[in-house]
């Protein structure tokens, strides 16, 4: 079929495996994702629905399951509001500066992708639970609860998406060019300038891949806040918590359908990530 | 604080001098400041924590922990744990490579979507993950009946807790490899067959050296995933202790028990074991490069 084909001694096609072969390692291959990721989530899509689309928005607008996920979503957008600054701030501080301590502060940013959010949700605990040292001060000075309460849903979610935006970041901004900011600064723009006009419009994107990724991470977290939060509905109960008391009392079609919502909106937004990391990527090859 | 590094020394002279001073140093206070702004975040957010975690569990002494941690419950369930890993490692090894294999080398219709479907997990909640199973597998499932008849147990088993690990993992292995096997030449092979080799010996010999490394981070990044994975294997599993009690299931009974002591211990074992393992690879692939 080409000229590797031809140049093959044996006149066999090697490296392109015979169609048979090609066929069977695909069909391998893609039966494993389909029995591993597709027929789960068909399973809950057809039991969410199982009693039609009232019965569904019926179940998600119940006050605590409707309760839940605003919650979800609020905590969700405030910490990403948050990362995304701090984020930005970290990988510019990374990129641009050089101080004692930078390599290893590097090395700290992955190190919540390494602990699990469980260990996270106890460590937060013993900072802040009413018991300790921490939190009680907390309490009697401000009468500011971080336990228990969405401050410490934030704090966990904080810890463990520190990551996404500050590695989405950091690559962009090492690969840009700073003729472009030197010609900006020679022609007598203020340092505020230069970051708003030079610097910061090729981040947008990698900043809002970021911001997503987080803020879908964020939707379905568990581990740390059932610890950080327990499960106080209307209160710090989360839509992942709600989820996990609705399995427990048996309450299928409510699990199922707050489920089907959580993942919707996740996967949503993780796949308009993706697209807007490939724009950006295509983008930088072109340029 | 940095007026008295600096070199102009009008402070006294002046009123407003420190404006002046601020003024004519920009560059440099901005960039201290914005480097100690971030440094109390990242001490505040994420190493205070740890450290936190750490002066707890070692409080009553390093015995202490040795003697909370050393009994059969506690290994069992740290068992439990080394095990689902394992068997999740060496089959997301197996399959996530292949997988990786049809993504950058075969063109096919639905490949973009299948290739946007394997990122799913990171959007799905565990505790969700858990519950598509316990519908799949569990008393009134889907698969209910032709599970039964084959006598396993797959809801609140072992069998049951691998494959909601195997679901929250699977992005990793094929993650990592997809970027390797793209930029990989396939020159390289075209060689080998050349030269005679078979399509076996030219994967073992050529693909795989190359691929080494990218499996090394998958391994790693699935294994250290697995071990910390909660929400998943406590809606499956159910966390019957002694049976079906994994690491993280024990803290958080532990916790719930206020059994304290084990409860950090126990943490801080699977954090610092987690975070050798990733350390270590990172540690190991810059040396390589």
Same mark, same amino acid.
């Given at each position: 079929?080409?000229?590797?084909?031809?140049?093959? +001694?044996? #006149?066999?096609?090697?490296?392109?495996?015979?169609?048979?072969?090609?066929?069977? @390692? *695909? =069909? &391998?291959?893609?039966?494993?994702?389909?029995?591993?990721?597709?027929?789960?989530?068909?399973?809950?899509?057809?039991?969410?629905?199982?009693?039609?689309?009232?019965?569904?928005?019926?179940?998600?607008?119940?006050?605590?399951?409707?309760?839940?996920?605003?919650?979800?979503?609020?905590?969700?957008?405030?910490?990403?509001?948050?990362?995304?600054?701090?984020?930005?701030?970290?990988?510019?501080?990374?990129?641009?500066?050089?101080?004692?301590?930078?390599?290893?502060?590097?090395?700290?940013?992955?190190?919540?992708?390494?602990?699990?959010?469980?260990?996270?949700?106890?460590?937060?605990?013993?900072?802040?639970?009413?018991?300790?040292?921490?939190?009680?001060?907390?309490?009697?000075?401000?009468?500011?609860?971080?336990?228990?309460? +969405?401050? #410490?849903?934030?704090?966990?979610?904080?810890?463990?998406?520190?990551?996404?935006? @500050? *590695? =989405? &970041?950091?690559?962009?901004?090492?690969?840009?060019?700073?003729?472009?900011?030197?010609?900006?600064?020679?022609?007598?723009?203020?340092?505020?300038?230069?970051?708003?006009?030079?610097?910061?419009?090729?981040?947008?994107?990698?900043?809002?891949?970021?911001?997503?990724?987080?803020?879908?991470?964020?939707?379905?977290?568990?581990?740390?806040?059932?610890?950080?939060?327990?499960?106080?509905?209307?209160?710090?109960?989360?839509?992942?918590?709600?989820?996990?008391?609705?399995?427990?009392?048996?309450?299928?079609?409510?699990?199922?359908?707050?489920?089907?919502?959580?993942?919707?909106?996740?996967?949503?937004?993780?796949?308009?990530?993706?697209?807007?990391?490939?724009?950006?990527?295509?983008?930088?090859?072109?340029? | 604080?940095?007026?008295?590094?600096?070199?102009?020394?009008?402070?006294?002279?002046?009123?407003?001098?420190?404006?002046?001073?601020?003024?004519?140093?920009?560059?440099?206070?901005?960039?201290?400041?914005?480097?100690?702004?971030?440094?109390?975040?990242?001490?505040?957010?994420?190493?205070?924590?740890?450290?936190?975690?750490?002066?707890?569990?070692?409080?009553?002494?390093?015995?202490?922990?040795?003697?909370?941690?050393?009994?059969?419950?506690?290994?069992?369930?740290?068992?439990?744990?080394?095990?689902?890993?394992?068997?999740?490692?060496?089959?997301?090894?197996?399959?996530?490579?292949?997988?990786?294999?049809?993504?950058?080398?075969?063109?096919?219709?639905?490949?973009?979507?299948?290739?946007?479907?394997?990122?799913?997990?990171?959007?799905?909640?565990?505790?969700?993950?858990?519950?598509?199973?316990?519908?799949?597998?569990?008393?009134?499932?889907?698969?209910?009946?032709?599970?039964?008849?084959?006598?396993?147990?797959?809801?609140?088993?072992?069998?049951?807790?691998?494959?909601?690990?195997?679901?929250?993992?699977?992005?990793?292995?094929?993650?990592?490899?997809?970027?390797?096997?793209?930029?990989?030449?396939?020159?390289?092979?075209?060689?080998?067959?050349?030269?005679?080799?078979?399509?076996?010996?030219?994967?073992?010999?050529?693909?795989?050296?190359?691929?080494?490394?990218?499996?090394?981070?998958?391994?790693?990044?699935?294994?250290?995933?697995?071990?910390?994975?909660?929400?998943?294997?406590?809606?499956?599993?159910?966390?019957?202790?002694?049976?079906?009690?994994?690491?993280?299931?024990?803290?958080?009974?532990?916790?719930?028990?206020?059994?304290?002591?084990?409860?950090?211990?126990?943490?801080?074992?699977?954090?610092?074991?987690?975070?050798?393992?990733?350390?270590?690879?990172?540690?190991?692939?810059?040396?390589?490069?």
């Amino acid at each position: 079929m080409n000229l590797q084909t031809t140049l093959t +001694p044996t #006149g066999k096609e090697q490296v392109t495996p015979p169609p048979l072969g090609r066929w069977a @390692v *695909r =069909s &391998v291959a893609l039966s494993y994702l389909a029995v591993i990721l597709i027929i789960p989530l068909l399973v809950i899509l057809q039991d969410g629905f199982r009693d039609g689309l009232s019965e569904f928005w019926r179940q998600i607008t119940l006050p605590a399951a409707w309760d839940a996920l605003k919650l979800t979503l609020w905590t969700s957008t405030v910490m990403t509001i948050i990362n995304t600054i701090m984020g930005t701030l970290t990988a510019f501080v990374l990129v641009r500066y050089d101080f004692p301590g930078k390599t290893m502060l590097n090395g700290i940013i992955d190190l919540p992708l390494a602990i699990p959010t469980l260990v996270t949700g106890v460590m937060l605990v013993i900072l802040f639970g009413p018991q300790e040292a921490l939190g009680s001060w907390l309490k009697e000075q401000f009468d500011f609860a971080v336990m228990f309460a +969405p401050p #410490g849903i934030i704090l966990a979610l904080l810890f463990l998406t520190f990551p996404f935006v @500050v *590695r =989405s &970041v950091q690559p962009v901004l090492m690969e840009l060019d700073r003729a472009q900011e030197r010609a900006a600064a020679t022609l007598g723009a203020s340092g505020w300038t230069v970051f708003w006009r030079i610097i910061l419009p090729p981040l947008t994107l990698p900043v809002i891949t970021g911001a997503l990724l987080s803020f879908a991470r964020a939707i379905g977290e568990f581990g740390s806040i059932v610890i950080v939060a327990g499960n106080i509905p209307f209160r710090s109960q989360t839509a992942a918590v709600y989820v996990f008391g609705e399995v427990e009392s048996e309450n299928r079609l409510g699990a199922s359908a707050v489920s089907i919502v959580m993942v919707a909106i996740a996967f949503g937004l993780l796949m308009f990530a993706n697209y807007l990391r490939n724009r950006s990527k295509t983008k930088r090859e072109i340029l | 604080m940095s007026t008295i590094n600096s070199p102009r020394p009008t402070l006294a002279k002046m009123p407003g001098s420190i404006l002046t001073w601020l003024g004519k140093n920009k560059e440099k206070w901005t960039s201290s400041l914005l480097i100690l702004v971030v440094i109390l975040y990242v001490a505040f957010l994420i190493l205070t924590p740890i450290i936190a975690l750490m002066i707890k569990a070692f409080e009553k002494g390093f015995g202490a922990i040795v003697t909370s941690l050393n009994k059969p419950e506690i290994l069992s369930a740290f068992w439990n744990t080394l095990w689902i890993s394992v068997v999740v490692v060496v089959i997301h090894t197996i399959f996530g490579t292949l997988v990786a294999w049809v993504f950058v080398r075969h063109r096919f219709p639905g490949r973009d979507l299948i290739n946007g479907l394997v990122d799913m997990p990171f959007a799905v909640s565990p505790v969700v993950a858990g519950y598509m199973l316990l519908l799949l597998f569990g008393r009134n499932g889907f698969l209910a009946p032709l599970i039964d008849s084959l006598g396993i147990q797959v809801a609140f088993a072992m069998p049951g807790m691998i494959l909601a690990t195997l679901f929250v993992t699977t992005p990793f292995m094929i993650r990592e490899l997809i970027p390797v096997l793209e930029a990989f030449d396939t020159r390289q092979e075209k060689a080998a067959a050349t030269l005679g080799a078979n399509g076996w010996q030219t994967f073992w010999r050529v693909t795989f050296p190359a691929l080494r490394w990218g499996m090394i981070y998958g391994i790693t990044l699935t294994f250290a995933r697995a071990l910390g994975e909660f929400g998943a294997v406590l809606v499956i599993g159910g966390g019957v202790q002694g049976r079906t009690e994994t690491a993280t299931l024990f803290i958080y009974r532990a916790l719930d028990e206020r059994e304290y002591i084990g409860a950090y211990s126990a943490a801080l074992l699977l954090g610092l074991f987690s975070l050798i393992l990733v350390m270590g690879s990172d540690w190991l692939r810059h040396r390589k490069h």
